[in-house]
């Protein structure tokens, strides 16, 4: 019976990292493959082995051609949603409850792949204070945290989006004016 083939894939594109080369994503993948298996780095491209040589050298150049422009259309993509969430803001909205009582919401957090349950059961250990993920007005997600934990709410968001390459992402806190009740006449 003969041994079993072992095949090994890419952690970024999750092909066969023979097939990387024609995806998208090829710089990262050989950079990946580089990293975590250099042995099977240096087998594929370090060689000089024709990878197509079964075609003719007008077919090859062609193709080589328009997988390039393909894998730098997809870097210019990566880059423009990079710098389109930079300039999104993510707002920390102080609301007062009742006479010195306030709570914290936090909006706008859906569009950097957070996952808002398990950020909102952080903050309520970290602070010692309920938290929940609820919709605001208008139907979107938001974070309601119990207290005014504002500025330290602020620091660890900083310290977050640090941690995911999202420096340039603005955080504005506004304070909401509770409305006055009329005294009767």
């Known amino acids: 019976m003969p041994e079993p083939i072992h095949v090994l894939y890419c952690g970024v594109c999750s092909l066969p990292v023979e097939y990387c080369e024609f995806g998208k994503t090829f710089k990262k993948c050989k950079q990946w493959l580089q990293e975590n298996n250099p042995n099977e780095f240096n087998k594929l491209y370090n060689s000089e082995a024709p990878v197509l040589s079964s075609l003719s050298k007008e ?22 949603e990079l ?3 930079q300039q999104e803001k993510i707002l920390i909205k102080r609301i007062p409850r009742t006479k010195h009582k306030n709570i914290i919401a936090i909006s706008n957090l859906d569009q950097f792949d957070i996952d808002m349950k398990k950020l909102a059961k952080k903050f309520a250990s970290k602070f010692a204070t309920g938290a929940s993920v609820s ?33 340039g992402v603005k955080l504005e806190i506004v304070d909401e004016k509770r409305h006055a009740r009329k005294k009767p006449a």
């Open 83 to 85: 710098r389109k969430l």
């Open 59 to 80: 077919r090859e150049a062609e193709i080589s051609e328009s997988l390039a422009k393909m894998q730098l259309k997809e870097e210019r993509k990566e880059a423009r």
């Open 135 to 167: 919709k605001n007005l208008e139907k979107k997600e938001e974070i309601v945290i119990q207290g005014d934990v504002g500025e330290e709410v602020e620091v660890y968001l900083t310290e977050l989006l640090k941690e995911k390459g999202l420096e």
